[in-house]
């Protein structure tokens, strides 16, 4: 009915029908979804404690994700050096929580680092105002997690 028509003019043609166009959402991955949620935790965190709302960066994502990975792969829970993430995402502050075993984003958050002196620290730190979070599953369905903070 519609052939040899352009796309526009095919949904609009559709829509003057009355037609329903149904799009399915989405659906975020696992790690994704994980990830989200201790973002949405660090900075409920944050709020609670009187600081700034941290803002995502790409940057600091890719770090994140990577190291999650690498943690993940290797099976070892050890920190990334941090100069090179400070010199390429171009930020003079940095700092990074690790964890694994934490079965959701917020638990990890609320049941781990702010239960920890030094990864509360990071999370309250003032200074902050970026951070990315990674999240990688190993073979056996444990979770493992990289967050990375920074400041320009």
């Known amino acids: 009915m519609f052939s040899g028509l352009r796309p526009l003019t095919v949904l609009l043609a559709a829509a003057a029908l009355g037609a329903t166009l149904l799009v399915a959402p989405v659906q975020a991955a696992p790690a994704d979804r994980y990830a989200d949620a201790a973002f949405r935790a660090t900075n409920a965190q944050r709020a609670d404690h ?5 803002r995502e960066a790409a940057c600091l994502t890719r770090y994140a994700e990577k190291w999650a990975r690498h943690m993940a792969r290797h099976g070892r829970l ?4 941090l100069q090179p993430v400070a ?3 171009h930020l003079s502050w940095v700092g990074e ?6 079965r959701s984003g917020t638990a990890v958050v609320n049941r781990g680092w702010m239960h920890s002196a030094g990864h509360r620290e990071n999370i309250l730190r003032p200074q902050y105002r970026l951070m990315g979070i990674g999240a990688r ?3 056996h369905g ?3 997690v990289s967050q ?3 400041r320009r």
Do not use: K, P, S, Y
């Not at 929580?97 to 934490?102: K, L, P, R, S, Y």
């Open 50 to 54: 009187d600081r700034r709302e941290l």
């Open 78 to 81: 050890v920190h990334q050096d």
């Open 87 to 89: 010199a390429r995402c």
């Open 97 to 102: 929580n690790i964890a694994t075993g934490f």
């Open 137 to 139: 599953r190993d073979g």
């Open 142 to 144: 444990r979770w493992w």
């Open 148 to 150: 990375v903070f920074g």
